[in-house]
C-alpha cells in the first residue's frame, strides 16, 4: 500500500512538471524581423540614345596597288651608251626625264642615207614632170583624139605617179628615219616610281626589249575586300559623281590619327576567289605626297573606313551597349526593362536602329552579371 502511493504520488509531480515546462514553452515571446524584404537599387551607367541621320563608315582592307604600271622596252636596238644615275629601283622620274641613251650612230648614218634617197627620188620626179609635159605639147600637135587609156601612156602619166609615190616613200623614210634616232633617247612617259631596273652600260638590246618596270606616281588604287551584304549602303560613282569617300590607315607603320583619303572608284565584277567577298577599287590621288598624309607604299595592306549612304531619322547606339538577341536594357521609372529592337546596320563602332528605340531614352551600358526585368536602379 505504502509502495502504491508513493508510486502514484512520483507520476503527478512528473505530470505536473511536465504541464509546467509546455506551459512556459507555449507562452514564451518570439522575435520576429520586421520589413521582410527590401531590394537594394544597383547603380548603373546611362546613356541616351540619339535620333537622327547618321553616315555609318564601313571597315574593310585591300593590298595597294599601282593604278598604272608598264614595262618599259627599247624601240631600237643597239648597245646601251649610258644611263642616267637616277634610274634605279625605289626613284622617282618626272614626265620626259632622260633614262638612258642608245648608240645612235647607225641611225644618224640611215638618217643622212634617206635624206639623199628622198633628193633622188625629188630629182627624178622633176625629170618625169618635164617629160610628161613634153608629151603633152606634142599630143596637142598632133591633134588626134585617143581613147584614155592610150592617151594616158602617150601622156607618160603613169611614170609621172610612179616619180610621185618614190618621193612620197622617201620623205616617210627620211620620217621613220629621224624617228628612230629620236628613239635613241629613252625618256619616262609619265611621272613614275623605278620598280626594277633591266638594262645598264653595255647592254645589248632590240627592239622590244625591256628596259625596268615603271609605276604611276599620280594615283595608286586600293583593292578592298567586304561582305556583299554591304554593298547596298555604298555609293559607287555615277556619271560625273564620285563615288564614296574613304579613309584609309596602316596601324603597324603611322602614327596614331594619320590617314590617306581616297573615293570609291569601281566595283569589281567578280568575287575574291577564296573569301567570295566584294571587291572595290578604291582611288587615292598623289599617293607619295606628304602634304596629303604619309606616303603609300605598293603592296602594303592597309584598313579602311569607306562611309556609306545617310541614314535618315533612325537612332544610333554604340555596339557595346547592345545586349545578345537584338535586345537593350532601359532605365525606365527607376527600374529595368528589356527591351526587343530592329537593326539596320551595323558599322566598327555603332548599331543603327530603326524600330524599338526612340531618342532620348536611357540606354543601361554597364554591365551586370545577374540581372531580370524589373530590377531597381539607381543611376550614377
Keep these: ?40 537599387a544597383v547603380p548603373v551607367r546611362l546613356a541616351v540614345a540619339e535620333r537622327g541621320d547618321w553616315r555609318p563608315r564601313l571597315a574593310a582592307s585591300g593590298q595597294v596597288e599601282p593604278a598604272r604600271e608598264i614595262e618599259l622596252a627599247a624601240r631600237v636596238g643597239g648597245q646601251v651608251l649610258e644611263v642616267n644615275p637616277v634610274f634605279a629601283p625605289g626613284a622617282l622620274l618626272k614626265k620626259g626625264d632622260w633614262v638612258l641613251s642608245i648608240d645612235p650612230a647607225d641611225y644618224r648614218n ?9 633628193a633622188e627620188a625629188e630629182a627624178q620626179l622633176a625629170l618625169e614632170e618635164g617629160r610628161s609635159e613634153v608629151a603633152r605639147r606634142d599630143y596637142e600637135l598632133l591633134g588626134e583624139d585617143l581613147p584614155p587609156a592610150r592617151r594616158a601612156l602617150v601622156l607618160r602619166e603613169p611614170q609621172l605617179e610612179a616619180a610621185r609615190a618614190a618621193v612620197e616613200a622617201a620623205r616617210g623614210a627620211l620620217r621613220q628615219a629621224g624617228l628612230d634616232l629620236e628613239r635613241c633617247r629613252v625618256t619616262a612617259p609619265f611621272d613614275a616610281l623605278v ?15 625591256p628596259l625596268g618596270r615603271l609605276a604611276g606616281t599620280r594615283e595608286y588604287r586600293v583593292s578592298l575586300s567586304l561582305p556583299l551584304a554591304r554593298l547596298p549602303w555604298i555609293e559607287l560613282p555615277a556619271d560625273d559623281e564620285a563615288g564614296a ?34 571587291r572595290l577599287l578604291v582611288s587615292v590621288a598623289d599617293p607619295l605626297s606628304s602634304a596629303e598624309g604619309p606616303p603609300l607604299l605598293l603592296g602594303s ?27 537593350v536594357w532601359l532605365y525606365t521609372e527607376g527600374v529595368l526593362e528589356f527591351r526587343r529592337v530592329r537593326v539596320l546596320l551595323r558599322d566598327a563602332s555603332f548599331v543603327y536602329l530603326s524600330e524599338g528605340l526612340e531618342g532620348g531614352e536611357q540606354v543601361v551600358v554597364t554591365n551586370l552579371a545577374r540581372v531580370r526585368e524589373g530590377a531597381a536602379l539607381r543611376p550614377l
Excluded: K, N
Excluded at 110 to 118: D, F, I, K, P, V
Excluded at 253 to 264: F, I, K
Excluded at 307 to 318: A, I
Design 1 to 40: 500500500m505504502t509502495h502504491a502511493r508513493t508510486a502514484l504520488a512520483c507520476c503527478g509531480i512528473f505530470l505536473a512538471a511536465a504541464a509546467l515546462l509546455l506551459l512556459i514553452y507555449t507562452s514564451e515571446p518570439r522575435a520576429e524581423r520586421s520589413g521582410a524584404v527590401r531590394e537594394t
Design 110 to 118: 640611215r638618217l643622212a642615207e634617206r635624206r639623199g634617197a628622198l
Design 195 to 209: 620598280l626594277e631596273q633591266a638594262a645598264f652600260e653595255g647592254t645589248q638590246v632590240s627592239a622590244g626589249s
Design 245 to 278: 569617300a574613304v579613309r584609309l590607315r596602316q596601324r603597324s607603320a603611322w602614327a596614331e590619327g594619320e590617314s590617306r583619303r581616297g573615293e570609291v572608284f569601281r566595283l569589281l565584277g567578280e568575287l575574291g576567289g577564296e573569301t567570295r567577298m566584294a
Design 301 to 327: 595592306y592597309v584598313e579602311a573606313e569607306v562611309e556609306g549612304r545617310l541614314l535618315q531619322d533612325c537612332v544610333r547606339l554604340r555596339r557595346e551597349h547592345l545586349r545578345a538577341g537584338d535586345r
